[in-house]
């Protein structure tokens, strides 16, 4: 890790104009991402956390150029995004063509991309990194568990070689007993493929244990940034604090199930 930034959020705000109450009445604008700043070096991993609607989605978007901001710019190395940044989604079911074999699904971006090369050893070196054997290529998403899924996600993810891999949720819809190890997978992979990670979760207990930084975000603007374990022993923001309080409870209500 450096302190070189590589990856540049300027004063990035993003506005959406809400549907018409009335005939007369206009559209009211809401302020999904309000004046965001932040930058990351690379191999770093940061955090971005908040409760539904703090804009942590929204910001997202921005980030992987899904979206355009109203003000302000995200660069990379100076740059306008391209296939430098992918993602990794919540629901693992829903991301991946259950009409594709999982072969075709991790090489598609070589395609869609452009990418030359061997994609054939490109999957193999892929299935291999991410704990999955060559014969999984010929089956289709429906034949593995919600964990194996997730892999085969996170495989396609990294076909074109980027250099950062959002998480958006990335556990959240997974087990219990397989979060771990998707937890410790992508944690190897950052080391392994010298990625610049940015995990955006509700689940505090994950963020300590994955990210050097934390952006603790709410209705749409960043209240609390800093070193992960400095924000989590001394918290300034009252909501950063209120955040925190509830740690004990999720694993309270966790260790009941």
Known sequence: MTDEPQFVVDHVSRRYRLPRTSLFAPGRL???????????????????????????????KLLLGLEKPDAGRVTYHGESLRREVQVVFQDPASALDP??????????????????????????????AVGLPPAAARHYPHEFSGGQRQRIAI??????????????????ALDVSVRAQILNLLEDLRVGF???????????SVVRHMTDRVLVMRQGRVVEEGVTREVFRAPQHPYTRLLLESIPRLRSQASRK
Do not use: N
């Open 30 to 60: 809401l302020t999904a991402v309000d004046d965001v700043s932040f930058t990351l070096g690379r191999e770093e991993t940061l955090g971005v956390v908040g409760e539904s609607g703090s804009g942590k989605t929204t910001l997202m």
């Open 99 to 128: 009409r594709m074999r999982v072969g075709d699904i991790i090489t598609e971006p070589l395609h869609v991309l452009r990418i030359p090369g061997d994609h054939q050893a490109r999957l193999a070196e892929l299935l291999s």
């Open 155 to 172: 495989a396609r993810a990294l076909a074109p070689r980027p250099r950062v891999l959002i998480g958006d949720e990335p556990v959240s």
């Open 194 to 204: 010298q990625l610049t990670l940015i995990l955006v979760s509700h689940d505090l």
